[in-house]
């Protein structure tokens, strides 16, 4: 078969697709869980069933059709189930492989058969007025020629820590399958989604997300990371410490446990939890940086990841450690990486009122023939005293000229519906020109001499404001000014179009900010 690349949106996994284009009867957005009433109304179960909670990954074959008809291997994505304390239902979560309706279907669970009835929804939009429901397709030489039942059962067979489902099958180059599917409701009744999976095999992992020890007293950390940072919770129980919300968004409310002795805090690489369609893990990787060939420095690994390790002082409590952690889904270097930490700095953190560091306009750069420029920051989640600073009470303000106040138009802002002059740090629009953590913003203004950054801080039950730090757009090659005692930004780092920091690997055009102040283009291919 004749393979494509495809560009894949946040439902879909990357793909080889077969090379018969075919346009889904109806639109399928990002799936995303619906309101308790519209599951109510449905029959959809959305909220986790008590019982026992396992993980198990698949192993299988799956169709479904973003743009080109795709037959792609299940093999490594997640399946969470739930046997009830009785053994007698089983619930699974997010049934089909490449559709996260974040959703459950219920069988009955007979000896070693689970029967799963057909026809259960796991998918409404009010939007558009229809939903999907599970079905067996059955398809014969044509992906267009096929037949639907949703009134029948489809069964499964328990072998040991497999969960076999049973009678499917599929066959690319004859376009023939028996399997299960999913098919639209209401006004589409029956029309086939393209979503097929068969010859499904779900194998148990023997491990789960920690879970805190009831009662657990947890207090504030600040977690910083390089220039950046969150906060988080850290509880001690004995020699164990636990850690919540290590993670910003990916699994904000999972926990990682350690055990401290001698002056050590040792993190095994341990289960974070499900993520959208795969596991991850904590783990820690040793890395070093090194020249990347454009005037700064890419971090290089030692891998396999494993554990990470701490230095805890027991009098200040802080944690500190010269390796990486990682949230990850292997252990040995893909690209399925969640999120990274290099050398995280942990320390027990007190609201204070403080005087933010002041930011530096890291790059600005204009395209389209002047249509729209790109300016990109670099602010820092310290005050001048050195402590760390709240992300969620740190803001920013741009400045043109004479500190004219930019403002932010709906107009010209599509993801925001009123005039901003002040942006939250943690604030994105969701389309990409303006972008979180201060990293970068799209302007649709032009004619200025100079344009400038200041953060502000609300915290203690104050407010305070940094010096304005200025790109200059009359000095040569637009470089930089540091006024105000601000010294800018003396690592090299590496950013692309929308801001956010890149390695030596990234692909595409990158800006590199050099040591001596400098911001470079290249294209790296």
């Known amino acids: 078969m004749k393979s494509y690349v495809l560009a894949v949106i946040a439902l879909f996994c990357a793909v080889t697709a077969s090379a018969q284009q075919v346009q889904p009867a109806k639109p399928l957005p990002q799936l995303a869980p619906m309101s308790k009433v519209t599951a109510d109304k449905h029959g959809i179960i959305y909220d986790q069933p008590e019982g026992d909670y396992r993980i198990y990954v698949r192993s299988g074959r799956a169709t479904y059709a973003p743009i080109y008809f795709v037959n792609e291997k299940q093999d490594g994505i997640v399946a969470e189930v739930v046997f009830s304390d009785d053994g007698k239902k089983v619930w ?10 974040y959703t459950w279907v219920e069988g009955d669970v007979d000896g070693n058969t689970i029967t799963m009835p057909l026809g259960q929804m796991v998918y409404w939009n009010d939007d558009w007025g229809y939903g999907l429901r599970l079905a067996r397709v059955k398809i014969k030489g044509d992906i267009k020629n096929y037949t639907v039942d949703s009134k029948s ?8 820590d497999r969960i076999v489902m049973n009678d499917t099958s599929g066959d690319s180059d004859t376009s023939t399958y028996d399997a299960l599917g999913l098919v639209y409701t209401d006004a589409y009744e029956g029309e086939w989604s393209y979503y097929l999976d068969y010859e499904t095999v779900l194998t148990y992992v023997d491990q789960l997300p920690v879970t805190p020890p009831a009662g657990l007293v947890t207090e504030p950390y600040s977690m910083e990371n390089m220039s950046m940072g969150h ?22 409310n999972s926990w990682m446990k350690g055990t401290i002795e001698d002056g050590k805090a040792v993190f095994p690489a341990q289960c974070a939890g499900v993520g959208g369609s795969f596991i991850y893990y904590f783990c820690g ?11 700064g420095t890419t971090w290089v690994y030692d891998w396999p990841a494993g554990d990470i390790v701490f230095d805890y002082d027991e009098v200040t409590g802080e944690f500190t450690t010269n390796q990486t952690l990682l949230l990850n889904t292997t252990f040995d270097g893909n690209d ?23 930011p530096s306009v890291l790059y600005y750069q204009t395209y389209d023939n002047g249509a729209f420029s790109i300016a990109m920051f670099d602010v820092p989640l310290q005050d001048t005293e050195g402590r760390f600073m709240d992300p969620k009470k740190l803001s920013y303000r741009l400045y043109i000229d004479d500190d004219e106040p930019y403002i932010l138009y709906p107009d010209e802002y599509k993801g925001i519906t009123e005039e901003m002059e002040e942006i939250p740090y943690l604030f994105n629009d969701k389309r ?12 649709y203004q032009s004619g200025f001499d100079r344009f400038g950054i200041q953060t502000i801080y ?34 090299p780092e590496q950013f692309d179009l929308q801001g956010r920091r890149v390695g030596v690997n990234h692909k595409g055009l990158v800006i590199t900010r050099m040591n001596d102040g400098r911001v470079v283009k290249s294209v790296q291919r």
């Open 336 to 358: 399925r990486r969640g999120e990274i930490f290099h050398m995280p700095r942990l320390r027990p953190y007190e609201e204070h009122a403080g005087t933010p560091k002041d």
């Open 92 to 101: 699974i979560k997010n049934i089909m492989s490449h559709a996260t309706t």
């Open 458 to 491: 609300r915290g203690g039950g104050e407010e305070h404001r940094s010096n304005i730090g200025y790109w200059y757009f009359n000095e040569p090659d637009g470089i930089q000014q540091i006024e105000n005692g601000n010294e800018g930004a003396s690592r």
């Open 231 to 252: 906060i988080l919770q850290v509880g001690f129980d004995g020699s164990d410490v636990y850690m919540q919300n290590v993670t910003e968004t990916k699994l904000p």
């Open 285 to 295: 990787v040793n890395g070093t940086q090194v020249p990347d060939g454009y005037g």
């Open 432 to 443: 990409g020109t303006i972008v979180e953590k201060a990293y970068g913003i799209y302007v």
């Open 153 to 160: 059962n489809i069964t499964f067979t328990i072998d040991g």
